[in-house]
T-cell receptor, first 113, second 113 residues
Framework: NAGVTQTPKFRVLKTGQSMTLLCAQD?????MYWYRQDPGMGLRLIHYSVGEGTTAKGEVPDGYNVSRLKKQNFLLGLESAAPSQTSVYFCASSPRTGIGELFFGEGSRLTVL | KQEVTQIPAALSVPEGENLVLNCSFT??????LQWFRQDPGKGLTSLLLIQSSQREQTSGRLNASLDKSSGRSTLYIAASQPGDSATYLC????????????FGKGTKLSVIP
């Protein structure tokens, strides 16, 4: 039972570099989410998707882009990384929003120098 | 704007004690409330989900209650064990048409053997 898998788990970037975080779920869930978790700030929603081919902005979308070309995958991209994007990123999925549970990946720790 | 507060931020109890974790929210118009557990360096695991029409949910030694009118939820842990040591977060869902849960910042629980 893989559930929600995130890669990579750790990454160090220099300011201005780009990278992509990959989230894969094997539960056939429609909804997928990207959160960031920062000390003292709690979890904040970056972007989400309600199905294959759809994406939408969450609470803190600036500096990030996402794509959902396949139902099982949700990619989070940083085009030009900034130190303020140093954080732990979590992907989550749910079968139906507002009703079902959220299933989280184990997180990707990103440091931007 | 919905705000979710969890007090205390940290709690230490001896093994075997029963304990209560608190979660309060400012807007009572919620669809459901979830309690999560987060172990250090890991993702969130859903423990219990309470729909707005329910008063409580139970799973093993865990019991979560919901009082929408007062904007409060409690997570009761019976006969605590060292393995219960983790951070516990609650999150509220605003309802249809929104995909953005609001998370509390969590209570870090330490169960001392």
């Amino acid at each position: 039972n893989a559930g929600v898998t995130q890669t990579p788990k750790f990454r160090v970037l220099k300011t201005g570099q780009s990278m992509t975080l990959l989230c894969a779920q094997d539960m056939n869930h429609e909804y997928m989410y990207w959160y960031r978790q920062d000390p003292g700030m709690g979890l904040r929603l970056i972007h989400y998707s309600v199905g294959e081919g759809t994406t939408a902005k969450g609470e803190v979308p600036d500096g990030y882009n996402v794509s959902r070309l396949k139902k099982q995958n949700f990619l989070l991209g940083l085009e030009s990384a900034a130190p303020s994007q140093t954080s732990v990123y979590f992907c989550a999925s749910s079968p139906r929003t507002g009703i079902g549970e959220l299933f989280f990946g184990e997180g990707s720790r990103l440091t931007v120098l | 704007k919905q705000e979710v507060t969890q007090i205390p931020a940290a709690l230490s109890v001896p093994e075997g004690e029963n304990l209560v974790l608190n979660c309060s929210f400012t807007d009572s118009a919620i669809y459901n409330l979830q309690w999560f557990r987060q172990d250090p360096g890991k993702g969130l695991t859903s423990l219990l989900l309470i729909q707005s029409s329910q008063r409580e949910q139970t799973s093993g030694r865990l019991n979560a209650s919901l009082d929408k009118s007062s904007g409060r939820s409690t997570l009761y842990i019976a006969a605590s064990q060292p393995g219960d040591s983790a951070t516990y977060l609650c999150a509220v869902h605003p309802g249809a048409g929104s995909y953005q849960l609001t998370f509390g910042k969590g209570t870090k629980l330490s169960v001392i053997p």
